[in-house]
């Protein structure tokens, strides 16, 4: 019996169900599933719970255990099996990144992601069942305060301290990977449509995310007085200005290329059985991985655009709380990432250091 007979997610209306001939024993994750759904959580992360409860309650079904069962022992146990785990289509044991890890395992970010799924839901049962033990262990304060935050010049951006499951993952502080200025060029040259132009564009010279750029609707474009209103994480809304040249693709765009549809999205499909509707997280991926293989840009991702906007903002000098309101970040400590990926201003900075002080030994 193979896994999906077993159990496997799928979508029904608007809600992300776990099916199959197991998916009776795991009824509770299907009802912590809508309650996201209740409480305003976007389809996107409903849908990542849903694959990560999915992969939990597989393991489960494997040792025999149901939700009732689940102690911390056990869930150290799937913590282990994570870490173990090869991901299929991936390359082999011996091919390994530049940080020294190998491709072929799953990354912190995605076992931790689980985790909180997990606790998410056990924290929802615990609401259903107030004497219920939650088998999830609590570890210390999520975030640590930032020097800025201790000496008092960024008090207005203290968060509140919240508890973070013992079982967490130790993250790598990776910096955004930017594309260089030749090879944004290229990628975006080759690019043949108005609409992948728009798109492009959106992200380059105005630093939105790809679910925000599919997100837009026609109304939420001002062409004449250059703004954008989008929708970002968390349903937290911002205006952008509009660079002018992305404005005038947006503006062909809409005259000559958007094909007639109901939708009320800005970016549709351009030809096939689905001509006129929506455009897809997957069908943004298929776009851009046809002009990586075209260009041979092989970090030409939707996101690298975005991290490449804001690099530019940090060589420029931008304010960091201007970076902060452009690019829609929730912390500023997020956007300070963009300062360290300024190596001309760094080099310029330490070069004008070394020069003063042996000007002073002279």
Known sequence: MTDKEILRLEKRDAEWVLVGE??????????????????????????????????????????????????????????????????????????VGMDGQRLDRYAATTINRRLAAISGLFTYAGLRGPDRRNPVPKGREARWRTQGERSGMLAHTVRRPTQRSALRLREPRRLPVALSP???????????????????????????????VLGL??????????????????????????DPDVASVIDVYLLAERPESDSDRLFLVAKGPNRGGPLTAAGLRTVFRYHREVTGVTGGHP????????????????????????LGHAHVDTTARYVHLAPAHVKAEFD???????????
């Open 182 to 212: 030749s090879d944004a060029a290229t990628l975006t040259g080759s690019l043949r449509t108005w609409r992948d132009r728009a798109i492009a564009g959106l992200m380059l010279w105005c630093g939105l995310r790809s679910m925000e």
């Open 217 to 242: 609707n026609v109304k939420d474009v001002d062409i004449g007085g250059r703004w954008v209103t989008v929708m970002g994480k968390g349903n937290k809304q911002r205006r952008v200005p509009l």
């Open 303 to 326: 996101h690298a655009l975005r991290h490449t906007f804001g690099t530019v903002l940090a060589e420029a000098g931008v304010d960091l709380a201007v970076m902060q309101a452009l």
């Open 22 to 95: 197991h998916a009776a024993r795991f009824a509770l994750a299907n009802e912590y599933l809508a309650h996201l759904l209740d409480r305003n959580y976007s389809p996107a992360t409903v849908r990542s719970y849903g694959y990560d409860l999915l992969a939990f309650c597989r393991w489960l079904t494997g040792q025999d255990l149901t939700l009732e069962d689940v102690t911390t022992d056990d869930l150290l146990g799937f913590l282990r099996a994570c870490r173990e785990a090869s991901l299929p289509g991936r390359p082999g044991p011996n091919v």
């Open 352 to 362: 004008a250091a070394r020069e003063r002080i042996r000007s002073q030994h002279r």
